[in-house]
């Protein structure tokens, strides 16, 4: 009986996690490798955090490599890859926590995600796939343990009669949540219940608070009226995301509660963001212009080049009795004219590539945060790539957008659509490779990122002077004062001290509600929402250093918009 209690015990603890992959190499000493996944559900996009273990209690050394394959529908066409080594020396037990990139979705791809991990190395060999359903209208919802065993069924026969052959969450043990904000990337909403949130570790708790700044929704019952987001050591301004904490009804419907919650979310879910904002009218795109191609350009040569090749070739160069020319003569004048077409290509696309890009940013330089929360949309048109490796220089979310469909397009929402979108984090970095990047294509990206900033708005010593330490001047910026005032700062440069003038509401409004519209619609309606927020600034500038990618493309302009609380 005791044994049958332990071994409930045992499994209650892992309920909430996925085993992957668990291959025990001796029994004898229990030297055993174990990939667990930490949420049961697969994101559409961004990453999967996965644990890994390696407990060698043998006398020498042991290395393992995993590699992972994601997809969508099973379409290897359009996947992601990438890999971890890890070595446990004799008789050590090693735990490590990755993030594992989620392939990006075409756009009318269905419901079903894949993801292969395969172990090798000397420790064994084993594979193992995981896949999940979530419709691409559906928000991508983590659920507590605690709310997911009495709940989850409720929720999944909602969400079938919303979205059909659809699950409605993922599960998570709150005391096993990882500590990277990127884990929570692809996921619209997290919802649990407060005990979960104290239990959860503080880096666990951070990581979460970094994600609802980007935009996340994080929903909390109690059954206590009395708690509240104070009482929880909640922000009470959640940036661009959403905090809720509401009390369970004794005998209330809990699961039609949540449902209405997760929906009420004031943004579309991400993953039909992603799908629909940018196909039609992108304002980037629209704002970078097209490119015809020059049809008779190349018609013209490729005339030149028939002519020369039969007739001219036949009757001039390799006349009758001379026929065996036709040996030499072909083939040089066909590397001329594949040599023609490579320099008219060179000449008229160039090397590397240009384009521009919009940059949503909150700094929260209070309760010691010193982060910016950063939003960056970019679109480029490459010309002639020696390379489409590059290295990013902080944790980011990244995804290709399906953009309107052209000659130049190389992913958009056709049935088609397809690439290898490869990310490696490694140290701080990601490593990318494959086809974010192709020579003579248009391609858009939208990125996530935290990094760590000293720039502020913050009052002086003296009475209404106020100062930037942003590295980079500032053409305007519009500020809502307490009392929901509009006051306007012109050229404002680095360390130096400037005042607020009064401004017309209708002025500040029109030139904000501008540059909130120059963004795709997700980044549009945050920036909205931020505009009514008293004592934040908002500042416009052309000066801000985006988050880089491929080093070959020439960032013609980078237009930043940037929020945050005065100091």
Not at 142 to 171: I, V, Y
Request: with cysteine.
């Amino acid at each position: 009986m005791f044994r049958f209690f332990l071994l409930l015990v045992l499994t209650l603890q892992v309920s909430a996690q996925e085993t992957i992959i668990r291959e025990v190499f001796d029994p004898a000493t229990d030297t055993h490798v174990e990939i667990t996944a930490l949420f049961t559900k697969l994101s559409p996009g961004g990453y999967l955090p996965v644990r890994v273990k390696i407990a060698n209690n043998l006398k020498t050394n042991q290395s393992i490599r995993v590699a992972f394959q994601s997809s969508g529908n099973f379409n290897d066409d359009l996947r992601s890859e990438s890999s971890f080594n890890f070595t446990a020396g004799p008789n050590k037990a090693v735990t490590r926590d990755i993030m594992v990139p989620i392939s990006p979705r075409g756009g009318r791809y269905g419901e079903l995600f894949n993801m292969t991990a395969t172990l090798s190395g000397s420790l064994g060999k084993a594979s193992h796939s995981i896949r999940s359903e979530n419709g691409n209208t559906q928000p991508a919802v983590l659920l507590s343990e605690a709310l997911f065993t009495p709940h989850g069924s409720s929720l999944d026969s909602l969400a079938n009669s919303k979205h059909s052959n659809s699950e409605f969450a993922g599960k998570f043990d709150p005391k096993q949540l990882p500590d990277d904000w990127l884990a929570y990337s692809g996921y619209d909403s997290v919802v649990m219940t407060d005990t979960d949130w104290s239990s959860i570790p503080p880096a666990g708790r951070n990581a979460i608070l970094s994600w609802v700044r980007l935009g996340g929704q994080l929903n909390i019952y109690s059954k206590s009226e009395s708690t509240t987001a104070k009482s929880l050591g909640l922000p009470e301004q959640p940036s661009f995301g959403e905090i809720s904490v509401s009390y369970i009804t004794p005998g209330g419907n809990l699961p039609i509660r949540i449902m209405d919650d997760v929906i009420k979310n004031s943004n579309k879910p991400k993953q039909e963001s992603i799908t629909t904002n940018f196909s039609g009218i992108w304002p980037l795109q629209t704002d970078f212009g097209q490119q015809k191609f020059r049809y008779s350009l190349f018609v013209g040569v490729l005339a030149v080049f028939a002519i020369l090749v039969g007739p001219v070739n036949l009757f001039v160069f390799a006349k009758a009795g001379q026929r065996h020319r036709l040996f030499i003569t072909t083939p040089i004048i066909s590397l001329a004219a594949s040599l023609l077409l490579i320099g008219l290509i060179v000449v008229q696309d160039g090397f590397g590539g240009s384009g521009i890009r919009r940059v949503l940013m909150e700094v929260r330089p209070d309760d010691g945060l010193n982060a910016a929360h950063v939003h960056q949309e970019q679109f480029c048109r490459t010309g002639v790539l020696t390379g489409s490796d590059f290295t990013v220089a902080t944790p980011v979310a990244l995804s290709p957008v399906p953009i309107s469909q052209s000659r130049w397009a190389r992913f958009t929402n056709a049935n088609e659509a397809k690439g290898i979108f490869n990310l490696q984090p490694a140290d701080g970095k990601m490593e990318a490779s494959g086809d974010w990047f192709q020579s003579r294509s248009e391609h858009g990206h939208i990125l996530s990122a935290v990094v760590s900033t000293r720039g502020r708005i913050e009052k002086t010593d003296t009475p209404e002077t106020y100062i930037s330490t942003f590295e980079f001047p500032i053409e305007v910026i519009y500020f809502l004062d307490a009392s929901s005032q509009w006051q306007q700062a012109s050229n404002v440069e680095s360390g130096k001290k400037f005042t607020f003038k009064p401004a017309e509401k209708a002025t500040a409004l029109k030139e904000l509600n501008k540059a909130a519209n120059s963004l795709s619609q997700r980044n549009r309606e945050i920036l909205k929402t931020a505009m009514t927020r008293p004592g934040h600034f908002i500042a416009l500038t052309s000066h801000a250093r985006g988050i880089d990618t491929h080093p070959s493309i020439r960032w013609k302009k980078t237009q930043t918009t940037i929020t945050g609380p005065v100091m």
